[in-house]
């Protein structure tokens, strides 16, 4: 079975505070997602990874950045944290094929709270 | 953007009946896929229906898809409580899976 690891399940951080946020992967899968869970909004999508290295902006990645340093981990960074981004943040990796179109497996998410 | 919309927000039903979710969506999709989701943990793929198909089966799961109206509904035959959960659509469309606000689904024995 993929598992997807997120670092934290729960976490609290001060506003301002650089935030780091770490996904892994054991399956050796190129596509990587990071989206943030609100209530009564879904999931949206922050950034995504086809590759090392590589990344492209979601539908919300104001205040957000990304590292892709190696094929299994995918790490999503607030820059300098912000009450508005307390949630919760899911992690998905998948295999290659034309982007998202493949089912995505998920981390058990990093519930968030900045104060 | 929402590229899926699903209904109902919540669902209330007894161990043994069916439980059917819908989903409209807005734009052209690759494909639609349905995630479960616990409550606090990540979601699980279910089912993913491409666009040239009308319809699924897995197990006690059936998904329809009606691109003409922009539509898709997910099955769930014979409940269980263990099936009390949080349904997603997402639909696939340039390189990105973009998801609804879910249904949140409640099984009482």
Redesign the interface.
Known sequence: DVK?TQSSRYLVKRTGEKVFLECVQDMDHENM?W?RQDP??????IY?SYDVKMK?K??IPEGYSVSREKKERFSLILESASTNQTSMY?C?SSVPG????Q???????TRLSIL | ??QGEEDPQALSIQEGENATMNCSYKTSI??L?W?RQNS??????LI?IRSNEREKHSGRLRVTLDTSKKSSSLLITASRAADTASY?C?G?S?????????TILTVHP
């Open positions: 997807v997602f989206y009564g909004l879904g999931l949206r999508l995504f492209e979601g539908d899911l998905a034309q982007g998202a179109n089912p995505q497996h998920f981390g058990d998410g | 953007s929402q690759n494909n896929q995630y606090g943990r990540g979601l699980v793929h993913l997603f997402g696939t340039y390189g990105k899976l973009t998801f609804g606000q879910g």
